[in-house]
């Protein structure tokens, strides 16, 4: 069965300090790749999603960056962590795009900015 | 996307069945309906989804209403463990461009299994 890791579980960074979040899937071959981000009291906002090694789609505009440098391998990072970044990261897959394929989340990441 | 409806909160005792109701009125032809549940500090978790007809799995069972407009989760044997937020959304079939489109979660119904 697919099973899918992040670490670490939390974080707490200073503000202007790098970031780097890694998740890795096992269990499926060429999986679409996802980070999200879930805001105390909001819904999830997709960041950036992959659909193969190399290939980064950003939705957001913002302080941070995803690389894909292996096939079941999703990395966030950031330069400098800004007090906005705090929040619960979720790094998901799913088979497909689009409605018909679930994705499948990872128990996050949370991250804390002080 | 279609928008959907849920009860904030509910109660279910342990061991019963829990029939969380979901409202998606104007859902179009090639939407989904998905559920997924999360713990608090946990990820998301899948439960089932649906296009049309009623699904089963492990997990749950989903009834979709012949219209569409509304769906009910149906957890058969509910466990202590079952306590959680559950999310009701719909998404679109095909792909738009938008990666995982129309993965938008609302404040969901927070199920609480009694003892």
């Known amino acids: 069965s697919q099973t899918i890791h992040q670490w670490p579980a939390t974080l707490v960074q200073p503000v202007g300090s790098p970031l780097s979040l890694e998740c890795t899937v096992e269990?499926?071959?060429?999986?679409?790749l996802y980070w999200y981000r879930q805001a105390a009291g909001r819904g999830l906002q997709l960041l950036f999603y992959?659909?193969?090694?190399?290939?980064i789609s950003s939705e957001v505009p913002q302080n941070l960056s995803a690389s894909r440098p292996q096939d079941r391998q999703f990395i966030l990072s950031s330069k400098k962590l800004l007090l906005s970044d705090s929040g619960f990261y979720l790094c998901?897959?799913?088979?497909?795009?689009?409605?018909?394929?679930?994705?499948?989340f990872g128990n996050g990441t949370r991250l804390t900015v002080t | 996307d279609a928008k959907t409806t849920q009860p904030p909160s509910m109660d279910c005792a342990e061991g019963r069945a829990a029939n969380l109701p979901c409202n998606h009125s104007?859902?179009?032809?090639?939407?989904?309906v998905y559920w997924y549940r999360q713990i608090h500090s946990q990820g998301p978790q899948y439960i089932i989804h649906?296009?049309?007809n009623n699904e089963t799995n492990e997990m749950a069972s989903l009834i979709i209403t012949e219209d569409r407009k509304s769906s009910t989760l149906i957890l058969p044997h509910a466990t202590l463990r079952d306590t959680a937020v559950y999310y009701c959304i719909v998404r679109v079939e095909g792909y738009s461009g938008g990666g995982a489109d129309g993965l938008t979660f609302g404040k969901g119904t927070h199920l609480i299994i009694q003892p």
């Open positions: 992959s659909v193969g090694i190399g290939q």
């Open positions: 269990g499926t071959s060429n999986p679409n």
């Open positions: 998901a897959w799913s088979v497909r795009l689009g409605g018909a394929s679930p994705l499948h």
């Open positions: 649906g296009l049309k």
């Open positions: 104007t859902i179009s032809g090639n939407e989904y």
